[in-house]
């Protein structure tokens, strides 16, 4: 995207590329439409651990997603992100480096 960055923008490309999809520029817009982020209620997963859902609402399919989330590592451990669900057709990868919780998100349905 021109940009000198990389970032999921250049993921969503890449991807559409290779499945055969349309490849117009990607901008760093989220969605045409409001999207909203919301967190669930805590629940305590079998093995004792505690999941914070983290829902992603629109009114369109998502492309790709990029976000850092911040931490109190005295405070919390965090895992790595999952989905769930109804979202198992996403690619979802995270990383926690000191605080953040980095996660980016890849749609391959349209």
Same mark, same amino acid.
């Given at each position: 995207n021109n940009d000198d960055g990389v970032d999921v923008a250049d993921? /969503?490309?890449?991807?559409?590329?290779?499945?055969?999809? @349309?490849?117009? @520029?990607?901008?760093?817009q989220v969605a045409g439409a409001p999207v909203a982020l919301s967190?669930?209620?805590? /629940? +305590? =997963? @079998?093995?004792?651990?505690?999941?914070?859902?983290?829902?992603?609402?629109?009114?369109?399919?998502?492309?790709?997603?990029?976000?850092?989330? +911040?931490?109190? @590592?005295?405070?919390?451990?965090?895992?790595?992100?999952?989905?769930?669900?109804?979202?198992?057709?996403?690619?979802?990868?995270?990383?926690? +480096?000191?605080?953040?919780?980095?996660?980016?998100? =890849?749609?391959?349905?349209?």
């Amino acid at each position: 995207n021109n940009d000198d960055g990389v970032d999921v923008a250049d993921a /969503v490309f890449i991807i559409n590329q290779i499945l055969g999809l @349309p490849t117009t @520029p990607i901008s760093k817009q989220v969605a045409g439409a409001p999207v909203a982020l919301s967190f669930g209620t805590a /629940v +305590t =997963l @079998p093995d004792g651990q505690t999941a914070l859902p983290v829902a992603i609402v629109g009114n369109a399919s998502i492309a790709g997603l990029q976000a850092t989330f +911040t931490f109190d @590592p005295s405070l919390v451990k965090v895992g790595t992100a999952q989905a769930v669900g109804a979202n198992q057709n996403l690619l979802i990868d995270s990383k926690v +480096t000191g605080g953040q919780l980095r996660v980016v998100v =890849l749609g391959l349905r349209r």
